[in-house]
C-alpha cells in the first residue's frame, strides 16, 4: 500500500469535509506508526515532549476523552483538563474568553468537545494555538470518522470500492457525517439506513445510497457502522416506540445470517446500547471490530496532535 507524500499544512483538525483524500491517507498512515508505540512495553515515544495540550471537555464524554489524554501522554506532552461543569462558563463566561485565558498560559494545542455545532471553528479563530475537533454538536467528529476508517482498512486491507452501510439515527450523528465524508473521499460506496424521519433530506446529494430496509442495508455490505439512537439530542418522539425500532433496525446475529457477507466488519462508535441498536450478541461477535476502534482510537488521536504540533514547528 502505497503511502502519500503530501505534508500537513493546516493549523487546525476542524472536520473531515475539509480535508483532501490524501491529508486523509496521511494521518491513517502516521497513525499505523503510532500504533506500533502502544504495543510496546513502554508505550510512550518523545514527539510531544515539552508541549502543552489543553483538553476543553464541554459536553459529557468517556472514550474520547481518555483516548485523547492517553494519546497525549504517550507522546510525552503535558494535559491539563477543563470541563464544563469545572469551568467559568458556568458563570458566565464566553468561548472565546476561556479559550484566549487557556491560550495566554502558553498552551499549545487545544482539544475541544462542544454541544453547538461549529463552536471548535469558532474557537479557532480566537487562537494562534492548534485546535482538534472532538465532536461539536451534530456536526462533526473527525477522530472518530479517522479511526473508523483506519480499522476498516486494517481490517479491509483497502477502502476503495468497499461497500459500507451505516445504520441508525443519521439525523443527529455527527459520527455519520464526518464518516461519510471520509468513505466518499476514500472511494468507498455509502448506504446509509434508518427510520425516515431519522434519515436527513437531500443527503443522498452527497453521494450516498438511502434505504429504509434494513436487509437491504446489510445485502452486499462489507461493513456496518452501527449508531446509537441520540434520544438527547432529539427534540420530540422520530419513531412510534423504542420496540419498534428494534423490531425494524436492531442489528441481530439472525439478521446478519439472513442478509450480510460471512466476513462482514461490524462497527460502533459506541456508547453502545446493547439490546436496542445493536444485540448483545452482535456485538460480542466474530464480526464485531468495536474494541479494537478503540484501541486504534489512541492511535489516531497520536497522528492528529503529532500532524498539529509539526505545522506549527513548521512555521
Known amino acids: 500500500m502505497a503511502k502519500t507524500s503530501v505534508k500537513w499544512t493546516k493549523k487546525d483538525l476542524l472536520g473531515i469535509e475539509d480535508l483532501s483524500p490524501e491529508e486523509i491517507t496521511l494521518i491513517l498512515d502516521t497513525a499505523k506508526s503510532f500504533k506500533e508505540v502502544s504495543e510496546r512495553q513502554v508505550k510512550k515515544v518523545p514527539a510531544l515532549r515539552g508541549k502543552t495540550i489543553a483538553h476543553l471537555f464541554l459536553e459529557p464524554s468517556t472514550r ?54 461549529g463552536a471548535p471553528h469558532a474557537l479557532s479563530k480566537y487562537v494562534s494555538a492548534g485546535v482538534l475537533n472532538a465532536g461539536d454538536g451534530s456536526h462533526e467528529h473527525p477522530t472518530q470518522a479517522l479511526l473508523d476508517i483506519f480499522t476498516i482498512r486494517e481490517k479491509k486491507g483497502k477502502v476503495a470500492g468497499l461497500n459500507v452501510s451505516i445504520i441508525g439515527d443519521i439525523a443527529h450523528s455527527r459520527v455519520a457525517r464526518s464518516n461519510i465524508w471520509g468513505l466518499l473521499k476514500l ?9 425516515k424521519t431519522l434519515i436527513p433530506l437531500g443527503i443522498e446529494k452527497l453521494g450516498v445510497k438511502v434505504t429504509y430496509n434494513l436487509a437491504e442495508a446489510l445485502a452486499g455490505a462489507d461493513v456496518v457502522n452501527v449508531l446509537r439512537i441520540q434520544l438527547e439530542r432529539q427534540k420530540k418522539g422520530l419513531f412510534p416506540t423504542i420496540r419498534e425500532y428494534i423490531m425494524n433496525y436492531g442489528l441481530t446475529q439472525e439478521a446478519l445470517g ?15 446500547n446493547r439490546g436496542i441498536e445493536i444485540s448483545q450478541e452482535v456485538a460480542d461477535g466474530l464480526s464485531s471490530v468495536i474494541l479494537e476502534q478503540v484501541t486504534n482510537g489512541v492511535a489516531i488521536r497520536m497522528a492528529a496532535m503529532f500532524l498539529l504540533s509539526q505545522y506549527k514547528a513548521g512555521k
Open 258 to 272: 439472513r442478509f450480510a457477507k460471512k466476513d462482514v466488519l461490524v462497527m460502533h462508535p459506541g456508547p453502545v
Open 187 to 195: 472511494g468507498a460506496n455509502v448506504t446509509i439506513c434508518g427510520p
Open 64 to 117: 474520547t476523552r481518555i483516548s485523547f489524554e492517553l494519546a497525549a501522554k504517550r507522546l510525552s506532552a503535558d494535559t491539563i483538563g477543563v470541563s464544563g461543569s469545572g469551568s467559568s462558563i458556568l458563570k458566565g463566561e464566553t468561548l472565546k474568553d476561556t479559550a484566549k485565558n487557556i491560550e495566554a498560559m502558553k498552551v499549545d494545542m487545544i482539544i475541544v468537545r462542544h454541544s453547538s455545532s
